[in-house]
T-cell receptor, first 110, second 112 residues
Framework: GQQVMQIPQYQHVQEGEDFTTYCNSSTTLSNIQWYKQRPGGHPVFLIQLVKSGEVKKQKRLTFQFGEAKKNSSLHITATQTTDVGTYFCAGGGSNYKLTFGKGTLLTVNP | DAGVTQSPTHLIKTRGQHVTLRCSPISGHKSVSWYQQVLGQGPQFIFQYYEKEERGRGNFPDRFSARQFPNYSSELNVNALLLGDSALYLC???????????FGSGTRLTVV
């Protein structure tokens, strides 16, 4: 079945440093979605990418979808303490099923 | 507008018992999905319903079942509970299938 791998598992940064998390799927995806989950909270939708090679920006966050639609990345510029949480990618297949990666836990030292 | 609401928020059950979890989607959202999240892992897909029909099912045993009602609310039922069913159960809604999902706060199920 479809598998979505995410690295790194953990990332600790100083406030102001950049952060990147990477996502790889074992199969070609119809779309990729990114979610953020704060400790003790629930996943919150950030963005959906659909097109091959797509790049989208949300303020300090940049999302990319690979040309082969099998990989994606999330880059945060100049992290802030409010960025703390676990970032999940979720791959959408043809059967409406979303397959989540294990997430990257980001901690930020002020 | 209210977000996705789930009830109950917490639940403790004994092995072998049955549990029903409930979800009300955002008004106008016709797609409801259920996910199981264990600590330290990403959510795992259980079911998706759209327009009251099952559109997808994850790799969960037949002890797990769900349905969607005419008002688009949904129930997740789990029979013969096992210790391993202890998890956070998340409901998510979307206007259509395949779109970005809005998650509820979840039901924390503990099986003892």
């Amino acid at each position: 079945g479809q598998q979505v791998m995410q690295i790194p598992q953990y990332q600790h940064v100083q406030e102001g440093e950049d952060f990147t998390t990477y996502c790889n799927s074992s199969t070609t995806l119809s779309n990729i979605q990114w979610y953020k989950q704060r400790p003790g909270g629930h996943p919150v939708f950030l963005i959906q990418l659909v097109k091959s090679g797509e790049v989208k920006k949300q303020k300090r966050l940049t999302f990319q979808f690979g040309e082969a639609k099998k990989n994606s990345s999330l880059h945060i510029t100049a992290t802030q303490t409010t960025d703390v949480g676990t970032y999940f990618c979720a791959g959408g297949g043809s059967n409406y099923k979303l397959t989540f990666g294990k997430g990257t836990l980001l901690t930020v030292n002020p | 507008d209210a977000g996705v609401t789930q009830s109950p928020t917490h639940l403790i059950k004994t092995r072998g018992q049955h549990v029903t979890l409930r979800c009300s989607p955002i008004s106008g959202h016709k797609s409801v999905s259920w996910y199981q999240q264990v600590l330290g892992q990403g959510p795992q897909f259980i079911f998706q319903y759209y327009e009251k029909e099952e559109r997808g099912r994850g790799n969960f045993p037949d002890r797990f079942s769900a349905r969607q009602f005419p008002n688009y609310s949904s129930e997740l039922n789990v029979n013969a509970l096992l210790l391993g069913d202890s998890a956070l159960y998340l409901c998510a809604s979307s206007p259509t299938v395949g779109g970005g999902y809005t998650f509820g706060s979840g039901t924390r199920l503990t099986v003892v």
